[in-house]
């Protein structure tokens, strides 16, 4: 199975996504199934895994109903209040629904950047654990240390970063990203997406300015632990669909086809335990 593990679906009028404003234009509007269809089936994508864009309860329950309409989406990444008393509780009610794969706090908008190691979070996370869910990892390059201590806390806690942790492409940073990763990736319960970077580049990229941290994290993780998307629709404010899958599909090309084929589906179906 050929899939995108990270998109995203939006209805402005729910009025949740606060990140979202007419600032970013080409994307201040509805994202929905049928905006995607044709991009997939351009692409020979047999399904996706839909990923919260809000940080609301509603929008996750938002997401798995598309999920109930739509066949192609395999997996649904929700939200909770991890600060809520109820968040575990609120967990187990999601978890009910077999669309839920995962849950991502969006850490990136966290200013304190060991929030997540909070003590009191600890039920949240042996929860998902319990019921087979992904940890996903919004994070950027100062939540790698915090990442690596989470992951050394619960070991059977399946962990999947978030667009190669948002490198600083745009700045020629590596230095700090690169040993963070390189130290994340020795743990074996933790993934990493292939997605992401295009929006990390700067508004005058080029492919060679993305060689070098494509080539750490497959370096870094392998073919066996790294994991495509596309991150639309928030992708086309530096790449259209089109453009970010030839990238990927060159630069891979010299892996053997087992090798793509575990990429772009194979581990997003294994790690997010997806029913076909």
């Known amino acids: 199975m050929r899939l995108d593990a990270h998109q995203h679906f939006w209805a402005l009028e729910r009025g949740d996504y606060g990140w979202l404003t007419p600032d970013l234009a080409p994307i201040y509007r509805d994202f929905l199934p049928a905006d995607l269809a044709p991009i997939l089936k351009k692409w020979q994508i047999d399904g996706t895994i839909l990923v919260q864009a809000a940080p609301s ?34 967990l187990i009610d999601l978890a009910q629904d077999p669309h839920l794969v995962g849950l ?21 996370f042996e929860t998902l654990i319990q019921h087979g869910l992904v940890f996903d990892a919004l994070i950027q390059p100062r939540h790698l240390s915090a990442l690596h201590h989470l992951a050394q806390r619960h070991p059977d806690l399946r962990i999947v970063i978030d667009h190669g942790a948002k490198p600083h492409i745009a ?43 494509l080539a750490h994290l497959l370096n870094c993780f392998g073919p066996q632990r790294l994991i495509w998307g596309s991150d639309w629709p928030v992708c086309t404010l530096a790449s259209s669909y089109d453009r970010w899958v030839q990238i990927c599909e060159t630069f891979l090309a010299p892996l053997p086809d087992s090798a793509r084929a575990a990429i772009f589906g194979l581990n997003a179906e294994h790690v997010y335990n997806l029913r076909s």
């Open 57 to 90: 309860l509603a929008e996750t329950r938002f997401m798995l109903d598309l999920a109930k309409d739509t066949p192609f989406i395999k997996g649904v990444v929700g939200w909770v209040d991890f600060d809520s008393p109820e968040a575990a509780s609120h």
């Open 171 to 213: 700045k020629g940073t590596v230095t700090g990203w690169s040993e963070g990763i390189t130290a994340l990736a020795q743990l074996p319960n933790i993934h990493c997406k292939l997605s992401g970077l295009v929006t990390e580049a700067g508004p005058d990229w080029s492919e060679p300015d993305l060689t070098p941290y």
């Open 104 to 124: 991502r706090p969006m850490l990136q908008d966290i200013e304190d950047s060991n929030w997540v190691l909070q003590p009191r979070f600890a039920p949240v």
